[in-house]
Nanobody
Framework: QVQVVESGGGLVQPGGSLRLSCVASGSVFSLYAMGWYRQAPGKQRELVALINNGDVTNYGDSVKGRFTISRGNAKNTVYLQMNSLQPEDTAVYYC??????????WGKGTLVNVSS
């Protein structure tokens, strides 16, 4: 069973920055994409950012220009650099790892709270 573990959430003031990390335990050879999603209270889960094994990225409209997704040297690690955070960015952030064979695995989530 693949384990996906996020870290780096916390409380940050508006305008601040935070960096999330995620590690997936499965084989890097069968991993084709990793991404971040978020879910705010009372709202549906939404895409934040994706990166595939060709380093092609895709961002949700609300975070373009503020957030950056990247992969570590160990290709089963992904980061989300979040700048200019706003209260509407408050949510639980989930990491997703997608493997060939249409297998998807989720982390348990990490809370990002943007508040003064």
């Amino acid at each position: 069973q693949v384990q996906v573990v996020e870290s780096g959430g916390g409380l940050v003031q508006p305008g601040g920055s935070l960096r999330l990390s995620c590690v997936a335990s499965g084989s890097v050879f069968s991993l084709y994409a990793m991404g971040w999603y978020r879910q705010a209270p009372g709202k549906q889960r939404e895409l934040v950012a994706l990166i595939n094994n060709g380093d092609v990225t895709n961002y949700g409209d609300s975070v373009k220009g503020r957030f950056t997704i990247s992969r570590g040297n160990a290709k089963n690690t992904v980061y989300l650099q979040m700048n200019s955070l706003q209260p509407e960015d408050t949510a639980v952030y989930y990491c997703n790892a997608g493997y060939y064979g249409d297998m998807q695995y989720w982390g348990k989530g990490t809370l990002v709270n943007v508040s003064s």
